[in-house]
């Protein structure tokens, strides 16, 4: 797919009434209204009228976008509340697209506008008469831009990530890079992509204004993962984990705590069952602190990291060194067992202590 | 035992106070060994929350080659409120609690009796024997026991078994029972897991290659050590088995039996 050209607009259309006409239910039928609907200069691509089998109908107002980036998805609203006025007040807007972001489907979704894109994904919602149609394709766009960066795997975008969320704008790339040890082209790539994502706000080529830092940690989660984007061994300590408290504590090696052993230092209702800390060189750390590896029942996990960032910013919780809470949001999302939903406590903490972590 | 200690310990806490009491006048005679004593030493770091079942009776080892012949144990025992219970050994307070009174069997007298110990002076149904308490008169300290009851305000000093002591009686207990599985209970394993955990492994060897050293214990370590592979050195052994079932619910028996299995390992490495 990635080869093949960018759908023209024409192709759009025709897949949207492709679409409708094969996902409707039996008794339903669309025709194309030949209203022509201006709004001042400007002209709607396509007026589709649904009819139920009771004689009722419905009129969808179709704008249709080649890529459709979430930072112009409200402008496409408004242009799309222009003309769903007078006559047409009661029609349902819709976006059609060649593809649109899990990020562009939300935004649209919690704006009540419908959509259909070429990568399979619809929502369409009449209330009257009563419609409902929804399904889902893929979460990669077919026809990526080979310019633009598409996603935060790999060490440099994961720390240019980590400095965009841990810092409070308004920041210029270059004053950021220094701060926070992250390579400016790179922070300036990420910027883009979240820019596009509509997760920023920025001056044209200048300093960025505003950070969805939530939105940013999402974004982040869907592209890494605890035990995949880090490099695990799992250890027994037969003396469970008051000992490897205790060890860290005589010790004082090099380690960053994160995971579930690292948010019932926030959230005391789940006890962990394993600690999972970061460290530079598991093997050496497991021969000073005596763990034995081992494959099943591990109750230490040693996670060498996607890159040194983990270290950065962490922070003391009951005697225990922690990631930084973006780190530590980041990783339960993306963890095992119950951690992704004590990643959305996490994301709650940080809320109501923005001060404690973001600088 | 997080947070306010159960009744039940209270109890029993409160029936070894009563008896150390009443003994007070042999007390440098006596030991404190089983379950109390493992809960002295393992204390807070306790992994198991396990709901107690039963009450922990409070076990006394003596001394008999030390012990005066008078004032008579079980004069003192019925005038600290204590009545003989239907095995020889075994004392019952006011609230039904046991103190057992125990000779370890190389220092028992004749073994025409098999469960009761000769003491001489005192007769024999005051204590009843028991085999691999030997350690228990070499590897002791001094310790302070208080009542539980935050409205008793009793303490006492007494000698407490320490934890090489307290293996070689535990395991002795298991290995005698091994083939009377009713008879054993599922806890005694789940004490041996605590004694490994809170003890450090060097600690714990030093103690065991003193008791090897010694004439009166060196037999029953030997045993004891013997014991420990066929008892919990793999997960389907059957004191690993009993450990893991005693553990309960809460606790995730691959850990138990992979803890275990470690630290046994880890103690006959240490006794090479």
């Known amino acids: 797919m990635p080869t093949q050209e960018m759908p023209r607009e024409i192709d759009i259309i025709r897949n949207a009434e492709r679409t409708l006409a094969s996902t409707l239910p039996t008794g339903w039928s669309i025709r194309e209204a030949n209203q022509r609907v201006r709004a ?96 889902t394709g893929v979460d990669r766009d077919p026809w990526p831009q080979d310019s633009d960066l598409q996603s935060l795997k790999g060490r440099g975008a994961a720390r240019a990530v980590r400095a965009i969320i841990d810092h ?57 993962a605890q035990s995949t984007s880090n490099t695990p061994m799992t250890f027994l300590e037969p003396r469970g984990l008051p000992a490897v408290l205790e060890k860290l504590d005589e010790a004082d090696p090099v380690y960053a705590a994160t995971g579930a052993f690292a948010a019932q230092s926030f959230d005391p209702i789940a006890p962990a069952k394993t600690a999972t800390l970061y460290v530079e060189d598991a093997a050496r750390f497991a021969d000073r602190l005596k763990l034995r590896e081992i494959e099943t029942s591990a109750n230490v996990i040693l996670l060498e990291p996607f ?10 919780r009951g005697g225990l060194r922690c990631v930084a809470p973006s780190q530590l949001c980041v990783d339960l999302l993306t963890g095992p067992g119950r951690e992704p939903s004590q990643g959305e406590e996490m994301l709650r903490w940080m809320q109501e202590n923005e001060d404690a972590w973001r600088s | 035992m997080p947070g306010a200690p159960d009744p039940i310990y209270i109890d029993a806490r409160s029936a070894l106070l009563d008896a150390a009491n009443a003994l007070f006048d042999h007390l440098d005679v006596i030991v404190l060994v089983g379950a109390q004593a493992i809960y002295l030493h393992t204390g807070e770091a306790d992994l198991f929350d396990t709901v107690a079942q039963y009450t922990t009776d409070a076990d006394f080892s003596i001394n008999p080659n030390d012990l005066s012949d008078s004032p008579l144990l079980a004069d003192l025992l019925t005038k600290g409120g204590f009545r003989a219970g239907d095995n020889p050994g075994s004392w019952i307070n006011s609230n039904g609690v046991a ?49 539980l009851d935050l409205t008793d305000n009793r303490s006492v000093t007494m000698n407490v078994a320490g934890p ?30 605590r004694l490994l955990q809170a003890t450090e492994t060097a600690d714990l060897a030093e103690r065991l290659k003193k008791l090897l050293d010694d004439e009166l214990s060196a037999s029953v370590t030997t045993e004891a050590i013997q014991n420990l592979t ?23 028996p691959d850990f138990v039996s992979a803890s275990m299995t470690a630290l046994v390992s880890d103690l006959l490495m240490a006794l090479t």
């Open chain 1, 307 to 316: 890159d040194p960032v983990v270290f950065d910013r962490t922070i003391w």
């Open chain 2, 99 to 147: 103190v057992d009174l125990m000779v370890p069997e190389a220092l028992a007298g004749s073994k025409r009796h098999r469960r009761s110990a000769d003491l001489l002076a005192h007769g024999k149904r005051v204590a009843r024997r028991a085999k691999g308490l030997e350690a228990a008169l070499l590897d002791h300290q001094p310790m302070i026991i208080s009542a």
């Open chain 2, 164 to 193: 090489g002591a307290l293996l070689v009686a535990k395991i002795h207990k298991i290995a005698e029972r091994a083939d009377e599985l009713n008879r054993l209970s599922h806890k005694d394993s789940l004490d041996v897991l």
């Open chain 1, 168 to 224: 409070t704008p308004p920041f210029g790339i270059r004053e950021l890079a220094a701060t926070s040890g992250a390579s400016a082209p790179t922070l300036s790539r990420v910027v883009e992509l979240l820019d596009r994502e509509g997760i920023v706000t920025r001056e044209t080529r200048g300093p960025v204004l505003t950070v969805d830092w939530e939105a940013a940690i999402r974004r982040w989660a869907a592209d890494y």
């Open chain 2, 230 to 252: 066929p008892l919990f050195g793999s997960a389907d052994a059957v004191g690993v088995q009993m450990a893991v079932r005693a553990a309960g619910p809460g606790a995730d």
């Open chain 1, 40 to 135: 001042g200069d400007a002209q709607l691509d396509l007026l589709i009228e649904v009819l139920a089998p009771n004689g009722e109908r419905a009129e969808l107002a179709i704008e249709t976008k080649r890529t459709i980036e979430p930072r112009v998805v409200p402008r496409v609203l408004d242009r799309l509340a222009m003309y769903c006025t007078g006559d047409l007040s009661d029609a349902v807007p819709v976006v059609a697209a060649a593809y649109l972001s899990p990020r562009s489907r939300e935004i649209l979704d919690s704006a009540g506008v419908g959509y259909i894109d070429m990568a399979g994904n619809v929502r369409i919602e009449v209330s009257q008469p009563g419609l409902f149609i929804s399904s």
